[in-house]
Each structure stands twice: as C-alpha cells, then as structure tokens.
C-alpha cells in the first residue's frame, strides 16, 4: 500500500487534529493535555500541529470553534439597556459546556503569549463585544434611557464589557448570572447612566 494514499492532508488532517484534541480537553483537561497526546491520539505528528497552532491554547481554541455552536454577538433589542447587556453576558454561556478550570487556563496561557499591547489593542479595537456594545448604547441613546451617544461616550466605558468579561473567565472560568447581574447593575448601568 502506498503511504502517500492514505496520508491524511489539509481539512482531513486539520479535522481529526481538532476532534482528538477536543476529546482530550474532555478526558484529561486543559493542564495535562499535551501536544504529543493529541499527534498520537490523531495519529500524526507534532510538526503537523505545530505548523497550524504553534501553541497549545490556539490548538484548543480551535477546537473550541470547531465544537461550540459559533457564537452569535449580534443582540437583539430587548426592550431596555439592561435586558440588551444581559443578553449580550448570555450568550458567552456557551462557555459552560468546558470546565471552569480548563477556560481559564487556556485564557492565561493565550493572554502569556500576548505582549500587554496586543491585549489591549484586540481589547479596544474591533471585537465582536465592542461592537456590540456601540449598538447595545446607541438603542440605549435612542430610547431616551441614556443621553450618551456613540460620539460622546468615552473609548473606556465603550470597551468596559470585554474587560469585565475577561476578568470574570479568568478569575472564575465562567460569567455566572449572578455576576453578570451584579457586573450590569453595580458597574456599567451606573456608568452608562451617569450622565443621563
């Protein structure tokens, strides 16, 4: 038999490389995961994966993506500045079919490969939660329940979600209801209020 014929290449390989390190994450954890467990549970080699994710917490992120229903940051309008801030907090609870401990350590071992600047650049510039902040304050502004606008709210009350956001995924793994209530009631309805 031919190796070449039945080497896998490309989406197949890159598929099964994800998959197992998807079982993997389940089985043993994020900490305990190794890239050698993946190539040998995948039946590869570690160059193979080392040339798509040169480290562990993009190879689970990956799979990650490839596992978790994609995660919509679009909101709807419910009505009121806080309703539209709980569901854009709700729709990270997707984040609750991985354990807490395992989210975390991905997130720490990502955020150690990021110089302070990269952080904070993908913080303030373009994510998804950012921009669904501007239209979660613009619905706010134009229901009268706030007088900011998107011309005079500040960049930092603007990217204070994804901070809090992050802070609670690394600090506990999840955005519990009861944090994401006390984040939106004690921080940002006083904040985006203030001026009102």
Same mark, same amino acid.
């Given at each position: 038999?031919? &190796?070449?014929?039945?080497?896998? %290449?490309?989406?197949? *390989?890159?598929? =099964? !490389? $994800? @998959?197992?390190?998807?079982?993997?994450?389940?089985?043993?954890?994020?900490?305990?995961?190794?890239?050698?467990?993946?190539?040998?549970?995948?039946?590869?080699?570690?160059?193979a994966i080392y040339r798509?994710?040169?480290?562990?917490?993009?190879?689970?992120f990956a799979a990650l993506?490839?596992?978790?229903?994609?995660?919509?940051?679009?909101?709807?309008?419910?009505?009121?500045?806080?309703?539209?801030?709980?569901?854009?907090?709700?729709?990270? &609870?997707?984040?609750?079919?991985? %354990?807490?401990?395992? *989210?975390?350590? =991905? !997130? $720490? @071992?990502?955020?150690?490969?990021?110089?302070?600047?990269?952080?904070?650049?993908?913080?303030?510039?373009?994510?998804?939660?950012?921009?669904?902040?501007?239209?979660?304050?613009?619905?706010?502004?134009?229901?009268?329940?706030?007088?900011?606008?998107?011309?005079?709210?500040?960049?930092?009350?603007?990217?204070?979600?994804?901070?809090?956001?992050?802070n609670e995924l690394v600090?506990?793994?999840?955005?519990?209801?009861?944090?994401?209530?006390?984040?939106?009631?004690?921080?940002?309805?006083?904040?985006?209020?203030?001026?009102?």
């Amino acid at each position: 038999m031919n &190796n070449n014929a039945s080497r896998r %290449r490309g989406a197949i *390989l890159e598929n =099964a !490389i $994800l @998959d197992e390190a998807w079982l993997l994450l389940n089985q043993i954890g994020y900490s305990k995961l190794t890239m050698d467990d993946v190539a040998r549970a995948a039946k590869t080699n570690k160059n193979a994966i080392y040339r798509r994710w040169p480290q562990k917490c993009y190879l689970i992120f990956a799979a990650l993506s490839r596992h978790l229903p994609s995660i919509e940051l679009e909101v709807s309008d419910h009505g009121s500045l806080r309703e539209d801030l709980i569901a854009l907090f709700n729709v990270l &609870n997707l984040f609750e079919i991985i %354990r807490p401990d395992d *989210l975390r350590d =991905a !997130i $720490l @071992d990502m955020l150690s490969n990021m110089t302070p600047y990269d952080l904070f650049n993908v913080i303030n510039n373009g994510n998804g939660l950012r921009e669904s902040t501007e239209t979660i304050i613009t619905r706010a502004n134009q229901r009268k329940e706030i007088s900011l606008s998107i011309d005079t709210i500040s960049e930092k009350a603007l990217n204070l979600p994804a901070i809090l956001i992050i802070n609670e995924l690394v600090l506990h793994g999840r955005i519990t209801e009861t944090n994401t209530e006390d984040i939106i009631d004690n921080i940002l309805l006083p904040i985006y209020k203030a001026s009102k």
